[in-house]
């Protein structure tokens, strides 16, 4: 028996040789591997002559096959800059799927984070097949999108989506659930430093809060800050100082944020969670960073942009896919606590 080093240095395997394997005729793996299998090919047979495929190790001569079809197999991901690893996530995720399809994806960050992008190419009509685009980028679209690119968004308002379809975070769910933990804990008096960013996203985090504070007897008002740790304390800072009763809890529409936030507290001579409960959104590594560690609500990234491109590809391939809400998780750690009396 040969062993893995002389299975190696061997001929490349062919679709010759996967149709053997997979019982199949040639003329079979040719039409599953250009994308013509539907209609004249069991999907069984299809997912067959696949893993015969991944077994060998056979590749298609993607080039090729993309000359033949008029199709460069390339999306594009627009997010906001990657300094926030929440959208890094999402991109792992969104290239995992690609890859497995025979995609690849070219990630543009929006300049500034948010605002208009300059079109990556000369022609993105001609260089790409769809787009995958956060909402909080959105405004890059009408440059890159060109007259009719395939879009789907990600944490969009479904009812009023650029896109053929959506995927979104249970965002909502996510602020509910943070609010009930901290009128659990007896809190009454909230800050809520939101996010300085015109998004469909944030405004739901806002709306959700305001919501599960509705006939309660807690008071709730709210200061903006951007997403960055400096501009958060700066705003928190000032929030805290103002006269009249201090809030105990200060809910944060980002973990950056309630990092900046904790960082005010501190410089005041506050102690979380005692003296003020901090709470975040995301999950990122930055929540298990900082002392005590944040209660935040967990996004699943990774499935987020794993999702977003299954739906593109369904997109791609003629279907409409559902819209499609991903569930979150409240993370209960230290920076919360019973409201002081």
Known sequence: MAGPQQE???PRPTSRDVARAAGVSQATVSLVF????RGRVAERTAQRVRDTARELGYRPNLAARNLRLGRTRTALLVVPALTNEFFAR???GAARVAAENGFGVVLYPSPEGIGPARDPFDSSRAALDGILASSIASDALATIQGDALPLVMLDSDPAG????ATVNLDIGDGMRRTAEHLLALGHRDFLHLAAGVDSWTFDVRAEALAAALRGTDA???TVRALLTVDDARTAAEAALRAPGPRPTALVCDDDILAAGACK??????LRVPEDLSVTGFDDLTLATAVEPELTTVRLPAEQFGERGMTSLLAVLDGRTPEPDTLPVELVIRGSTAPAAR
């Open 264 to 269: 005010a507290a501190r410089r005041l001579g």
């Open 8 to 10: 190696a240095a061997g």
């Open 219 to 221: 008071a709730v008002r």
């Open 161 to 164: 989506s650029l896109g053929a």
């Open 34 to 37: 250009g994308e013509k299998w």
């Open 90 to 92: 999402v991109y792992t």
